[in-house]
């Protein structure tokens, strides 16, 4: 039996830019999908934790909204505050960037990263896309040149390359203390959540460049029975011409996000899904506050 002495237990944010891929490099550390991916910037809009437990150790991984610049509506004031407010209180942040390409608004992000306890690693993703490995060792000069990185670490996230380097150091560094979450735990988000969620990674895989920023997921019924859950929900966009792209030619592109949706409802909750999908418009709705509260947003 573990004692508390011996049990390590760590949060670790994962903070970046839009698309850097954080939250596929959480699916891959957490090994289970707990968030929702996508090419498309600005994927993730809330705070999300996975949680992984190996032996003595728990890891709580903190995925964060892509920081960005430029936006003044409520809905991206409220992800950048997200980000930023989750570098506070946790053991170790990851700062991931994109291999070979270090932007102003990384700058900008990176300077608003206390270095007091200096718990900061720097992580540069996506290392299978460049073509010149040795045009990597004068990017970390110029990066490093920044910030007292503790470590740097080169990693695919899509390709799992160097994600065990990455979890040894990690777990080298947590402070001794008992675990929070029940060891078969990989997730704090609600089930109602994690399906709006789904629902909505599936409409933006399906829908335009422009739609994906301006429509979220709703959840109005969940309803779980011994063989059988059923849930309703509602995705709302911004004006009526997006209602007709969501839905599709007789109402085919909905179906689509209805199934697919489904489908990884059902491996997710380990059980039959009647999934019901209403579109509705909210106009304006990512810069009205009391809209944002309704769908999920806490923005104060």
Known sequence: MNNS????TGMVSLIGKTNVGKSTLLNQ???????????????????LLGIKTEGSN????????????GHKRALN????KTALSSIEGVDIVLFVVDALNFSVTDEHLLSQVSTKDNQVMLVINKIDKVAKKEKLIPFVEEVTKLFPFLEVIPISALKRKNIDILEKEITKRLPVGDHLYPEDQIADSSERFLASEIIRE?????????????LSVVIDNFKEEDKLITID?????E?????????????????????AARKDLERMLDNKVMLRLWVKVKKDWTNDRSALNFMGYKVV
């Open 233 to 237: 929900g509602t995705i709302y966009i």
């Open 239 to 259: 004006k009526s011409s997006q209602k007709g792209i969501v839905i599709g030619e007789q109402g085919k592109r909905l179906k689509a996000i209805g199934t």
């Open 77 to 80: 004031k409220f992800m950048n």
């Open 29 to 47: 550390l957490v090994e289970q999908k707990v968030s929702i991916t996508s090419r498309k910037p600005q994927t993730t809009r809330q705070r």
């Open 5 to 8: 002495t011996t049990k390590k």
């Open 202 to 214: 599936k409409c933006i895989s399906r829908v335009g460049d422009e739609i994906p920023y301006r």
């Open 58 to 69: 728990q890891i709580i991984y903190v995925d964060t909204p892509g920081f960005h610049q």
